[in-house]
């Protein structure tokens, strides 16, 4: 899978869930290893296209 490409399916899967959704449920759905996952969406975030808030050891990602 090419890295524009996984770009895309994590901004679509963040942008189409109704509430935020954490880093293993990306990884799980989207069938990539989490820290793939968590590593894409902090680059999403640093493109400021979307963000997170913790809740106790886990990350919770939403579009902006």
Do not use: N
Not at 20 to 48: F, N
């Amino acid at each position: 899978m090419t890295k524009k490409r996984l770009d895309k399916l994590i901004f679509g899967f963040i942008s189409g869930a109704s509430k935020p959704v954490s880093t293993r449920e990306i990884s799980e759905t989207l069938g990539i290893a989490w820290h793939t996952a968590d590593r894409y969406c902090l680059k999403l975030q640093m493109a400021k296209a979307i963000d997170c808030f913790t809740i106790g050891k886990a990350t919770a990602w939403f579009k902006k």
